[in-house]
């Protein structure tokens, strides 16, 4: 198998190590640390990461905020219905959405949740659906905050949340309400793990990717150079930027993070092609050299998946894969709400 082979990003995972629920306390999550200059792989947690940096790391997060997208009501005529919100920003007063009913879908067919209506408008290529609501943008994002549940993934409780997950599954500096998933890698990092962190004499810093549906969607293609990403929206705030740029030794917290810096890379630092919103579709996979960034901290990947392919493109397949086995080995917990792991490149 070769490393464009989607097959050759598989691997057996124990359903036991599959995570449900977070560690009590967030910073408590297992870290397995892999120095890539001496081969080293270390089992530690993540209340000790910043004693594996280097001095004045920049540690950069991803602050976008998970919004309760998930409306569950009824169709007009009674049937259960879901519409999903893929954003809370409308164009021309529409949403795109995807929507699961018990019947067919057509353009008039109005979903009744509580004190809020939808109604579809038109219909993308993409199966994706373009929905109007009863009331203005502000009340909307008002409203959903109360009606709506969280997206958890579906590998997780089969994709039902409770008010629980409206705390866990979302990083404790999140601030700009715009994913359908959580930046996960971020989950472990507690305020006091972040205070440690500074009193440690490193920086932080954030950025803004808005987490989109893509995130769940499987690889389709046999040949990973043929797969193409969804496309995500991200800023990065001058203050940020500026930090950012002045870094002796870069750290991302999560593939989006790494994703929004290694779009923005220039050839010679980080720097947004626009001031304000810029938008990415990037793949990164093995032979596609990432520059931007000295480390990453990541979860533990579904099999075949674009995260587990995007590690592969620091490391390599076979060494990203090694320390799967490992982790597996010494039975961590795996995917949205499972330990993670810091890589340091050469």
Known sequence: MTDFDLKSYSFELPPELIASRPVPDRHSSRLLVYNEATGDVTHSTFSEISKFLP??????????RVFPCRLLGKKSTGGAAEVFLLSLKPEKG????LIRTTGKKKIGDVFDFATLKAKIEGVEDNATFLVSFNVSETELVHLIES???????PYIRNGESDDED??????VFADEAGSVAAPTAGL???????DKIKKDGHDLATI?????IGTFAKIKVDNILDHKMHEELYTIDPENLKTIQEAKFRVAVGT????????SWNGTTVAPKETGLNATSIFLHPGKPVHSIQALVTNFHLPESSLLILV???IGREKALELYNIAIEKKYRFFSYGDGMLILRK
């Not at 803004?208 to 989109?212: M, Q």
Request: aromatic residues 8%; glycine residues 4%.
């Open 208 to 212: 803004t990717l808005h987490v989109g």
């Open 147 to 153: 009606i709506g549940k969280i997206p958890i993934p």
């Open 94 to 97: 529409l949403y795109p959405a």
């Open 166 to 171: 409206k705390q866990t599954y979302q990083t």
């Open 188 to 194: 472990h990092f507690s305020h006091e793990l972040l």
């Open 256 to 263: 989006t993070t790494l994703r929004t810096l290694e779009s």
């Open 312 to 314: 592969s493109a620091l």
């Open 55 to 64: 001095p004045h790391s920049t540690m950069v997060f991803n602050r976008s």
